[in-house]
């Protein structure tokens, strides 16, 4: 089964979509390309959503850094290495998308890896917003940039502050 609620985070209110297993998306209500998209809340309850949104209350509260939650994406070999990389930046860093490229093996892959961040089904769980441009410049976040910059400063990187590549 499909479970969808909608959980209102200080940036905006995020969907969340999860089936009996595991958690499946969350994506910006407001940011998604086509308004037909969005999807009703379903009435039944689920475990993983619930969970799901405590973590996000203690991430929004500072008193979590990293989500442990089953996660399950669908999308090419490429797209889901780039996510299950995601995983690796730290809370507080950054990477610029040319040390990303060069860290999965093929420095020629910055738009490739650009593409699969803006196709990153589970936003802030699988933590794009701490990918920027070489210069240290915010670019290409699906969620609209003054959320990526609202999440750096959130975390305390940004760019000014960050350390790109360091990790």
């Known amino acids: 089964m499909q479970y969808i609620k909608h959980y209102s985070s200080p940036i905006g209110v995020l969907e969340i979509i999860a089936n009996d297993d595991f958690l499946t998306h969350v994506l910006f209500r407001e940011a998604q390309k ?21 973590q996000f209350e203690a991430y929004f509260d500072k008193k979590l850094r990293d989500f442990d939650l089953p996660l399950q994406t669908q999308g090419t070999d490429f797209q889901r290495n780039v996510w299950e990389y995601l995983k690796t930046i730290p809370y507080g860093k950054t990477i ?26 589970l936003t802030i769980i699988l933590p794009c917003h701490r990918v920027i441009g070489s210069d240290g410049s915010l670019v290409g976040y699906g969620g609209d940039l003054w959320r990526k910059e609202w999440l750096l400063r959130h975390e305390g990187s940004l760019p ?7 990790f």
Not at 96 to 121: C, Q
């Open 96 to 121: 610029s998308y040319l040390e990303f490229s060069r860290r999965i093996g093929n420095e020629k892959a910055i738009r490739a890896v650009g593409t699969a961040n803006g196709n990153n089904p």
């Open 160 to 166: 000014n502050q960050a350390q790109l590549g360091l």
């Open 34 to 54: 086509k308004p037909s998209s969005q999807l009703e809340e379903t009435p039944e309850n689920s475990v993983i959503i619930d969970e799901c949104i405590r």
